[in-house]
């Protein structure tokens, strides 16, 4: 599998109804917990109107020391006499900083959501703001290396790299790198819950975020009010039939691009209505040697930041499309800067040339979830049958979780079927050509979760609520606030 990364929504107006009709269920809410008494957070003021705090939690569950601060981050609701309850916010990655996503996005949420309910967004442990996984001071030497190698040699390097890339994660962080479950995480989203002092959450997951809500669903039914899964991951899947379903998804997605290209004039990328050829010329040169940049630093684009650089762009679907042709003509003019770019965003690459860790962040919560490819032997021969069914990006997405096939520290047991039993209806949001987390894996959960009910959305980016489809919107906006499920078949 590959970081499934959340991208930033884009603003949207009030929603309005797109000619669907709607089934009321209504659910009534938990009785009061003993639980909630005398449970608090202490906030302060951290700008923007925004209110932080920390939540101490054990590092081990089995024992009270030592413990470890998760950042949490609040906005209030803006009609504090109509208030639902909170709304807890998470993006996904998993490595993605929750409290940094909510200040970039609650503006951007539909009225009667930021009316309604206090946004609140925490850093799961590992990640972000809260005792983040660090290994190294930079992934500059493993994007170094061929992500698609054609030796021995260069295999053995590549294999080298992460095996030691792993190592030094265990060196660095201890024991804490045996606890960043996402089993861990919902613990922890209980403890939130208890220290905000609600009967019930509500819960906008994306991508990965669903994976944590599904978790949280299943072990808490009695404490969910209303959760939104967006672009979901279906954990019954086995790590290679995750990982091969994303590798056809994303190279379904650049085919549908450069076929769009080929056949209009106008796209920067265009040559004569044969964009493919050219862009497999171009990936190919710069396999041989990498294409030189106006970059400061005097730096190359390789064809591992030349695969990472597209599939970042591919994330957002057609609205990047036009982004993607510009950067490609460019690269083919002599100055791939802008791909380079694309890649460092996909890497997190800071200027200083380190790494802001959520890559890191990922693999360690990634590969003590599993299930995972065991050991490199496996993995090239999954790279194999990637390779086949996606020429372009089946080695890059096989080979961006190769360090789980060598991590130090052995995965937990696999979450299985998620059921949720007893948790009142859960939205789940699929959209039809979302090349990261594919349509099938959102009918998968919707079907095995108890009262799962599916909205399919149409579209090619990575999830859909608050990214531009208003009917979208309107739905999860009737979802949480009054608890309205849609019709069985909707569509948006």
Known sequence: ???????????????????????????????????????????????????????SVPVDPSAPEPVLDLAVVRARAREPDARIGTLVVNPGGPGVPA??????????????????????????????????????????????????????????????????????????????????????????????????????????????????????????????????????VDPSMTARAVTLAQARGFEHALDDFLADCSAHPGCAFHH??????????????????????????????????????????????????????????????????????????????????????????FWAVTCLDGPVIAGADAAAAVEERAVEIAPRMGAFIVNNSLPCSVWPVPPVAPAGLLTAAGAPPILVIGTTLDPATPLAQARSLAGSLERGRLLVADGEQHTSFNNGNECVDHVVTDYLVDRTVPRRGTRC
């Open 272 to 361: 004569d209505g044969d964009a493919a050829a050219a862009y497999d010329t171009l990936r190919a040169q710069a396999g041989r040697t990498p294409l030189a940049t106006s970059d400061a630093g005097d730096r190359a684009l390789n064809r591992t930041r030349f695969d990472a650089a597209v599939l970042q762009q591919l994330y957002l679907g057609r609205s990047a499309w036009s982004e993607l042709a510009d950067a490609l003509a460019d690269a083919e003019r002599g100055d791939a800067a802008t791909l380079l770019a694309g890649a460092d965003a996909f890497v997190g690459r800071t200027d200083d040339g380190g790494d802001d860790h959520a890559l890191e962040s």
């Open 1 to 55: 599998m590959r970081p499934v990364r959340r991208a930033r929504p884009t603003p949207v107006l009030l929603v309005i109804l797109l000619g669907f009709v709607l089934a009321a269920v209504v659910m009534p809410d938990a009785p009061a917990s003993a639980d909630t008494a005398g449970s608090s957070l202490t906030w302060r003021g951290c700008g923007s109107g925004f209110q932080c705090a920390s939540l």
């Open 99 to 232: 409290v940094q996503y909510l200040r970039g996005v609650a503006s951007t949420l539909p009225r009667s959501v930021r009316d309604r309910f206090d946004l609140v967004a925490f850093d799961p442990r590992g990640v972000g703001e809260s005792a983040p996984i660090e290994c190294v001071d930079s992934l500059d030497p493993v994007f170094d290396q061929a992500f698609e190698p054609s030796t021995e040699a260069a295999r053995a390097e590549l294999v080298s790299e992460m095996s030691s890339l792993a190592q030094r994660c265990a060196v660095r962080n201890g024991d804490l790198l045996a606890h960043v479950s996402t089993l861990d995480a919902a613990r922890d989203l209980e403890q939130l819950r208890i220290a905000l002092g609600e009967k019930r959450l509500s819960f906008v997951g994306y991508s990965y975020g669903t994976f944590l809500g599904a978790t949280y669903a299943q072990h808490y039914p009695d404490r969910v009010r209303a959760f939104v899964l967006d672009g979901p």
